[in-house]
T-cell receptor, first 114, second 116 residues
């Protein structure tokens, strides 16, 4: 069985500061990892994905994440956040032969303050 | 590419009534997924289709829930005899997929169900 743990439920940060949102996963099969963002009353938008290859993945809006197999982590980072980055962020995992279904973490609420 | 659409966006119903939601995926996507999201939680997988075949159903999907994708295009999710615990956001997503690898899923805006 697969699972995802997002270690912080809320992350407050000041504008232009760096941020890291932490995600750990467990899986018995090869994994594909994703970060999604959800703005209030909207669906989820894909930020970035790791399928294979380079462990450093760059996404939209200046976000990046690093896949660390030994630590089973996929932390999301941004060097300088904006007010508009305030949203809920979800880490998700999918595995080989799983039909593509996503297992999500509980989410991290990023709050960017001026 | 018009994205994934869902209808209605909001539904308020009384306990015991039946409701049906519709999802229109991105046209060339062969896979369609349903998730449920309650307040403060991440989405939970309910079921998915590859073309018109329903390939997996979660244990969360009780006998009161049924989903269809009759021609491999749009899908419907019906909840019979709604209960207050069914109140949630129901999300639909679509993707290309086949074999071992699935590509990223694109989500619709969701249908928010409130059972009174």
């Amino acid at each position: 069985a697969q699972s995802v743990t997002q270690l912080d439920s809320q992350v407050p940060v000041f504008e232009e500061a760096p941020v890291e949102l932490r995600c750990n996963y467990s899986s018995s099969v090869s994994v594909y990892l994703f970060w999604y963002v959800q703005y209030p009353n909207q669906g989820l938008q894909l930020l970035l994905k790791y399928l294979s290859g380079s462990t450093l993945v760059k996404g939209i809006n200046g976000f990046e994440a690093e896949f660390n197999k030994s630590q089973t982590s996929f932390h999301l980072r941004k060097p300088s956040v904006h007010i508009s980055d305030t949203a809920e962020y979800f880490c998700a995992v999918s595995g080989d032969n799983q039909g593509g279904k996503l297992i999500f973490g509980q989410g991290t609420e990023l709050s960017v303050k001026p | 590419d018009t994205g994934v659409s869902q209808d209605p966006r909001h539904k308020i119903t009384k306990r015991g009534q039946n409701v049906t939601f519709r999802c229109d995926p991105i046209s060339e996507h062969n896979r369609l997924y349903w998730y449920r999201q309650t307040l403060g939680q991440g989405p939970e997988f309910l079921t998915y289709f590859q073309n018109e075949a329903q390939l997996e159903k979660s244990r969360l999907l009780s006998d009161r829930f049924s989903a269809e994708r009759p021609k491999g295009s749009f899908s419907t999710l019906e909840i019979q005899r709604t209960e207050q615990g069914d109140s949630a956001m129901y999300l639909c997503a679509s993707s290309l997929g086949g074999g071992r690898v699935s590509y990223e899923q694109y989500f619709g805006p969701g249908t928010r169900l409130t059972v009174t």
